[in-house]
């Protein structure tokens, strides 16, 4: 099983923040998940919500700012080593080069704009040094992930749901998708059975004690995503 920080590793450290990449860089974690949003300059962040109150504290949404200012904000989230201003897509991307990590790169369609999420972030990650072999674009938008796979090169793609059954429609044909990624929630081993019959992989979000996996067959989840990382290999481990 795949344990994969969620958002960077959010209880550790201020949640899509350049800091949470330090701590994974830093502890061994080899692959990490971060939201892509769009600025109102067209820019791609790195930040979850539409709403600024959250994370911030501010008013307003991400959309309604240039990266510029929202680069000034600082996330709320636990005390850590690095900046926790919300990032430049980009700088996001090329920290996490540095660190040689996997990144499952979600993409936020806010606004219902799709081409200008996507474009986005296609825009920052060829500006950044990461090999896109070494990223996973996903989004719960399928329109956005059909998208992608036309705009991106090298990549691999992901589908991202509550449930299964609200997947199962679009995945009868020829996909293209390397993985699909459900809520914990609700899961059960039929839903992971269902997800392997059609030859995909299943990742779990969001996972942060090995209690959450209670009921299904460990051997046969996939991946997890999971706030505290580090946390949850320890008590698998036991």
């Not at 996909?175 to 997800?195: M, R």
């Amino acid at each position: 099983m795949i344990v994969i920080g969620h958002r960077g590793a959010a209880q550790r450290a201020p949640e899509n923040t350049l800091a949470g990449l330090h701590y994974a860089g830093r502890f061994g974690i080899k692959q990490v998940e971060c939201d892509i949003s769009v600025a109102a300059d067209d820019v791609a962040v790195v930040f979850h919500d539409e709403s600024l109150a959250r994370l911030t504290g501010r008013p307003g949404t991400v959309l309604s700012q240039t990266s510029a200012q929202l680069a000034q904000y600082v996330v709320n989230g636990p005390e850590a080593d690095g900046p926790t201003t919300i990032p430049n897509a980009t700088a996001y991307f090329n920290l996490a080069a540095d660190y040689d990590l996997f990144v499952h790169l979600e993409i936020k369609v806010h606004d219902r704009e799709v081409e200008r999420a996507v474009l986005a972030a296609v825009r920052a990650v060829e500006a950044s040094r990461l090999d896109p072999r070494q990223i996973r674009i996903s989004s719960f938008s399928w329109d956005a992930v059909m998208l992608a796979k036309r705009r991106f090169l090298g990549c691999s793609f992901a589908i991202a749901a509550h449930r299964f059954d609200e997947l199962r429609p679009m995945l009868t044909g020829e996909h293209g998708l390397a993985s699909v990624h459900l809520c914990i929630d609700g899961a059960t081993q039929a839903e992971v059975d269902q997800v392997h019959a059609l030859d995909l992989p299943v990742y779990y979000y969001t996972v942060n004690t090995a209690s959450a996996l209670q009921g299904l067959d460990q051997t046969t989840v996939d991946g997890v995503f999971s706030d505290d990382p580090l946390g949850l290999v320890g008590e698998l481990a036991q």
